[in-house]
């Protein structure tokens, strides 16, 4: 830069002077571009002069008049999606308020509320042809109809209906007596819906829809009168108390007939083609009343065409956020690490092992980002045991040898804790300070702690989202690492980013995230696995066992003791409330150890010990002080005794899949034959079942992840609301992987060849991105 020269007239914002760089780079200070009068993402040009460039006030373009137009159009579109439900025929007070409870506040709300499966009422069928398990119009003459009381005294209403072809019974089992006799009489003729059962040799219909004849009328001119419920695919929503499926349908109807032509497709043309899509308007009528020829099972199953078109624009959105998000970080200026090896090579000579091949590449990876001049962020994703710890400590000891800081984050107490406790036997040995900081330091302790941080004393700084609040001041952070990333939302990520001049960000999890997740979630951070678990580790031997047979598992534990061996029992409690009847460790460590094992030596360990009491029973355990670690989930983590061969995992079936792997993770790490024993007490759930059984038969952490993830479903597989997971209103990430895929390729395509969406073709995504995810994903150059 020429000194920062202005001519005369750039205080006016005529121009500002500017030299190109030797490397190509051009760069214009804030202050420059406010003094000369340029506002805050204001249009600018560039153009070379003899002695350097000149960035000046780009010229306004004409805008012509099918660009006002169009613009017009939007903006009155837009308008209208945002009609309140309450002004739809046929919507009160009281209706919009219900659907309000159900998210539904705008027509735009109600437009993407689908249906979740579909009524064939295109013909009708004879009684006689009526199959169980399918759902079928009919149409008859009621030949009689009363309660009915059974011999153990539930009564319920029925009715026989017949046709020409023959007889079926109606039965309702919540009804209303008096409205039922009144509507319900012989001779009165109907048209009626429902799903077919067979009772024995009786076929039974159990709650039809119906829709009476009046004298004479034919059953072809109800069916006209009435073409949103009959003569057609009738689409069957989702419901909430208080709202009924005939009613819901009508006011769908006009909301898909008066608004849908307003949700206009924004996705570029030669995009659309590619992938087959559907104007967006015609998807939406297509799921909401699908035409004549439209086939059911596909229209179910999420897999036609129109929903196709939703799933992959709602995918499309989100994965360009991302891939904006990804290029914003690649276009940051950063900081280019040194790798001079005065820690990471003390620390390798040190330790009582080599890394695994896997540790090394995805070490590798890590430098090659730290030494770019752009900021860091990767995601190392490796299963329990595999060595990310080590991993992430020689990453912190690259800056740390650069005289930057490092701060690691943890979700919870107890694993800041473990980390803590971890990092700082090697720091202390290599001369480099770590300091623990969470929400519980108090008083004196916790201004001293900032103080050190603040003085930049300590060199590695490990706590839980503590380390985000406004009081914590780093002297020069140069990295974060997150741990557990899926309990940490983007914003969060953010927050950590804002304590340094654009720090490297290195984010790890222990739980294998399927491909899909990992691409809606971390679709803005380059994925590293450390695949290979270190030598020595032998599979572990996985059983459910029920409570009768306690007996036996208290003298496995006894067996494995007498070789020399160590084991540890786990309980979901620290203490038993009134409430609850789940076991709770406290109160059964002193029932093992005086009733079960009185010969042998008990530990316990749970989360609202101290750390130094914590670390004080893990040493004990680890230097085979202890025969038994009796302990709740804190253990899920950290803990490497290559002696324990036994884990006993109490009321098994209340963990998630991914957590009984962590925990899991803990025995079999030496040469020894390690079990797993999942206690249960019998009365299992469905999914409790499926998860146990999953456990049983297999030992990779990514099969669990996908049945997980296929059990829960993905709010609760991240364990938390706020695991930047987004709330998909068609898309189905289990579903629509595939989909999700192809959307991904083709946002990133576009922000390749236009990495700020400037090029006009490119308006409308930027304003739709900006509506849909500027907020969320933190895309303030968007918005």
Same mark, same amino acid.
């Given at each position: 830069?020429?000194?920062?020269?202005?001519?005369?007239?750039?205080?006016?914002?005529? /121009?500002?002077?500017?030299?190109?760089?030797?490397?190509?780079?051009?760069?214009?200070?804030?202050?420059?571009?406010?003094?000369?009068?340029?506002?805050?993402?204001?249009?600018?040009?560039?153009?070379?002069?003899?002695?350097?460039?000149? +960035?000046?006030?780009?010229?306004?373009?004409?805008?012509? +008049?099918?660009?006002?137009?169009?613009?017009?159009?939007?903006?009155?579109?837009?308008?209208?999606?945002?009609?309140?439900?309450?002004?739809?025929?046929?919507?009160?007070?009281?209706?919009?308020?219900?659907?309000?409870?159900?998210?539904?506040?705008?027509?735009?709300?109600?437009?993407?509320?689908?249906?979740?499966?579909?009524?064939?009422?295109?013909?009708?069928?004879?009684?006689?042809?009526?199959?169980?398990?399918?759902?079928?119009?009919?149409?008859?003459?009621?030949?009689?109809?009363?309660?009915?009381?059974?011999? /153990?005294?539930?009564?319920?209403?029925?009715?026989?209906?017949?046709?020409?072809?023959?007889?079926?019974?109606?039965?309702?089992?919540?009804?209303?007596?008096?409205?039922?006799?009144?509507?319900?009489?012989?001779?009165?003729?109907?048209?009626?819906? /429902?799903?077919?059962?067979?009772?024995?040799?009786?076929?039974?219909?159990?709650?039809?829809?119906?829709?009476?004849?009046?004298?004479?009328?034919?059953?072809?001119?109800?069916?006209?009168?009435?073409?949103?419920?009959?003569?057609?695919?009738?689409?069957?929503?989702?419901?909430?108390?208080?709202?009924?499926?005939?009613?819901?349908?009508?006011?769908?109807?006009?909301?898909?007939?008066?608004?849908?032509?307003?949700?206009?497709?924004?996705?570029?043309?030669?995009?659309?083609?590619?992938?087959?899509?559907?104007?967006?308007?015609?998807?939406?009528?297509?799921?909401?009343?699908?035409?004549?020829?439209?086939?059911?099972?596909?229209?179910?199953?999420?897999?036609?065409?129109?929903?196709?078109?939703?799933?992959?624009?709602?995918?499309?959105?989100?994965?360009?956020?991302?891939?904006?998000?990804?290029?914003?970080?690649?276009?940051?200026?950063?900081?280019?690490?040194?790798?001079?090896?005065?820690?990471?090579?003390?620390?390798?000579?040190?330790?009582?092992?080599?890394?695994?091949?896997?540790?090394?590449?995805?070490?590798?990876?890590?430098?090659?980002?730290?030494?770019?001049?752009?900021?860091?962020?990767?995601?190392?994703?490796?299963?329990?045991?595999?060595?990310?710890?080590?991993?992430?400590?020689?990453?912190?000891?690259?800056?740390?040898?650069?005289?930057?800081?490092?701060?690691?984050?943890?979700?919870?107490?107890?694993?800041?804790?473990?980390?803590?406790?971890?990092?700082?036997?090697?720091?202390?040995?290599?001369? +480099?300070?770590?300091?623990?900081?969470?929400?519980?330091?108090?008083?004196?302790?916790?201004?001293?702690?900032?103080?050190?941080?603040?003085?930049?004393?300590?060199?590695? +700084?490990?706590?839980?989202?503590?380390?985000?609040?406004?009081?914590?001041?780093?002297?020069?952070?140069?990295?974060?690492?997150?741990?557990?990333?899926?309990?940490? /939302?983007?914003?969060?990520?953010?927050?950590?980013?804002?304590?340094?001049?654009?720090?490297?960000?290195?984010?790890?999890?222990?739980?294998?995230?399927?491909?899909?997740?990992?691409?809606?979630?971390?679709?803005?951070?380059?994925?590293?696995?450390?695949?290979?678990?270190?030598?020595?580790?032998?599979?572990?031997?996985?059983?459910?066992?029920?409570?009768?047979?306690?007996?036996?598992?208290?003298?496995?534990?006894?067996?494995?003791?007498?070789?020399?061996?160590?084991?540890?029992?786990?309980?979901?409690?620290?203490?038993?409330?009134?409430?609850?009847?789940?076991?709770?460790?406290?109160?059964?460590?002193?029932?093992?150890?005086?009733?079960?094992?009185?010969?042998?030596?008990?530990?316990?360990?749970?989360?609202?010990?101290?750390?130094?009491?914590?670390?004080?029973?893990?040493?004990?355990f680890k230097e085979r002080e202890l025969d038994i670690l009796v302990a709740t989930t804190v253990i899920e983590v950290g803990i490497d005794v290559p002696n324990a061969t036994v884990m006993v995992i109490e009321h098994a079936e209340r963990f998630g899949l991914s957590q009984l792997h962590q925990l899991r993770g803990r025995v079999g790490r030496g040469s020894g034959r390690s079990r797993c024993i999942l206690m249960t007490p019998g009365k299992l759930s469905e999914d409790?079942?499926?998860r146990l059984r999953v456990m049983e038969s297999t030992t990779d952490g990514f099969r669990i992840a996908e049945a997980d993830l296929e059990i829960r479903g993905p709010g609760d597989f991240l364990g938390t609301r706020q695991a930047g997971l987004p709330d998909f209103r068609v898309a189905n990430i289990l579903r629509d992987g595939r989909i999700l895929e192809e959307a991904r390729g083709e946002a990133f395509a576009v922000v390749e060849r236009d990495p700020e969406l400037?090029?006009?073709?490119?308006?409308?995504?930027?304003?739709?991105?900006?509506?849909?995810?500027?907020?969320?994903?933190?895309?303030?150059?968007?918005?």
């Amino acid at each position: 830069m020429s000194n920062g020269n202005r001519d005369n007239a750039a205080g006016k914002g005529a /121009g500002v002077r500017l030299v190109l760089q030797d490397d190509g780079t051009l760069s214009i200070p804030a202050a420059v571009l406010k003094e000369a009068g340029f506002g805050p993402g204001e249009p600018v040009t560039v153009h070379s002069t003899d002695d350097g460039l000149v +960035v000046a006030r780009a010229p306004i373009a004409p805008v012509s +008049v099918e660009q006002s137009q169009s613009a017009l159009r939007d903006s009155i579109n837009r308008k209208n999606l945002e009609t309140s439900m309450q002004f739809i025929k046929g919507v009160g007070p009281k209706l919009a308020e219900i659907l309000g409870r159900k998210g539904i506040a705008t027509v735009e709300d109600a437009l993407y509320l689908l249906p979740n499966r579909y009524e064939d009422r295109r013909s009708i069928v004879p009684i006689v042809r009526l199959r169980p398990g399918e759902s079928s119009v009919f149409q008859g003459e009621v030949v009689s109809a009363d309660m009915v009381a059974t011999r /153990g005294g539930r009564r319920f209403f029925e009715a026989l209906v017949r046709d020409a072809s023959g007889t079926v019974i109606l039965k309702w089992f919540n009804f209303n007596p008096a409205f039922m006799k009144k509507s319900w009489r012989a001779g009165r003729r109907g048209i009626f819906t /429902g799903v077919v059962a067979q009772h024995g040799f009786q076929r039974e219909v159990h709650h039809p829809d119906v829709e009476w004849l009046a004298e004479g009328e034919t059953v072809e001119a109800v069916m006209a009168r009435d073409p949103v419920a009959f003569g057609r695919l009738v689409p069957v929503y989702p419901l909430t108390e208080g709202l009924h499926q005939k009613t819901l349908r009508k006011v769908m109807k006009e909301v898909v007939d008066r608004f849908a032509p307003c949700v206009e497709s924004v996705l570029p043309p030669a995009v659309a083609s590619r992938q087959g899509l559907l104007p967006l308007a015609g998807a939406l009528r297509t799921v909401h009343f699908p035409g004549e020829d439209s086939d059911q099972r596909l229209l179910e199953e999420g897999k036609d065409p129109a929903h196709r078109t939703l799933v992959f624009d709602e995918f499309f959105f989100l994965e360009l956020g991302l891939a904006l998000r990804k290029r914003g970080v690649v276009v940051e200026p950063g900081i280019s690490f040194a790798v001079n090896h005065t820690f990471t090579k003390p620390l390798l000579k040190l330790l009582p092992f080599s890394l695994t091949n896997a540790q090394r590449r995805v070490l590798a990876e890590i430098k090659e980002d730290m030494m770019a001049p752009h900021p860091m962020h990767r995601l190392v994703q490796g299963d329990v045991g595999c060595g990310k710890t080590l991993v992430a400590l020689m990453a912190a000891l690259v800056a740390v040898e650069n005289g930057y800081q490092v701060a690691i984050m943890a979700p919870t107490e107890i694993l800041a804790e473990q980390h803590y406790l971890n990092i700082h036997r090697w720091c202390d040995e290599l001369g +480099v300070q770590v300091a623990l900081l969470t929400s519980s330091l108090k008083g004196k302790a916790k201004s001293e702690a900032l103080d050190r941080v603040a003085r930049g004393e300590a060199q590695i +700084v490990v706590g839980t989202h503590a380390v985000i609040q406004e009081k914590v001041e780093f002297h020069r952070l140069g990295l974060g690492i997150v741990d557990e990333q899926h309990r940490f /939302g983007v914003i969060q990520r953010g927050l950590l980013r804002k304590k340094g001049e654009n720090p490297d960000i290195l984010v790890m999890t222990a739980t294998p995230i399927p491909r899909t997740l990992a691409m809606t979630v971390f679709g803005d951070l380059s994925l590293s696995v450390i695949d290979e678990l270190p030598p020595g580790r032998t599979p572990v031997e996985t059983r459910v066992c029920f409570e009768s047979r306690r007996g036996q598992v208290y003298g496995i534990i006894r067996e494995e003791v007498a070789k020399g061996h160590q084991a540890y029992v786990i309980y979901p409690l620290v203490e038993e409330t009134e409430k609850s009847d789940l076991k709770a460790a406290t109160q059964m460590a002193e029932h093992l150890a005086n009733d079960i094992f009185p010969e042998l030596r008990l530990g316990i360990l749970h989360g609202r010990m101290k750390p130094e009491e914590k670390e004080a029973v893990m040493r004990s355990f680890k230097e085979r002080e202890l025969d038994i670690l009796v302990a709740t989930t804190v253990i899920e983590v950290g803990i490497d005794v290559p002696n324990a061969t036994v884990m006993v995992i109490e009321h098994a079936e209340r963990f998630g899949l991914s957590q009984l792997h962590q925990l899991r993770g803990r025995v079999g790490r030496g040469s020894g034959r390690s079990r797993c024993i999942l206690m249960t007490p019998g009365k299992l759930s469905e999914d409790g079942e499926k998860r146990l059984r999953v456990m049983e038969s297999t030992t990779d952490g990514f099969r669990i992840a996908e049945a997980d993830l296929e059990i829960r479903g993905p709010g609760d597989f991240l364990g938390t609301r706020q695991a930047g997971l987004p709330d998909f209103r068609v898309a189905n990430i289990l579903r629509d992987g595939r989909i999700l895929e192809e959307a991904r390729g083709e946002a990133f395509a576009v922000v390749e060849r236009d990495p700020e969406l400037a090029l006009p073709e490119h308006a409308g995504l930027r304003a739709e991105l900006a509506r849909r995810w500027g907020g969320r994903l933190e895309l303030a150059g968007i918005a």
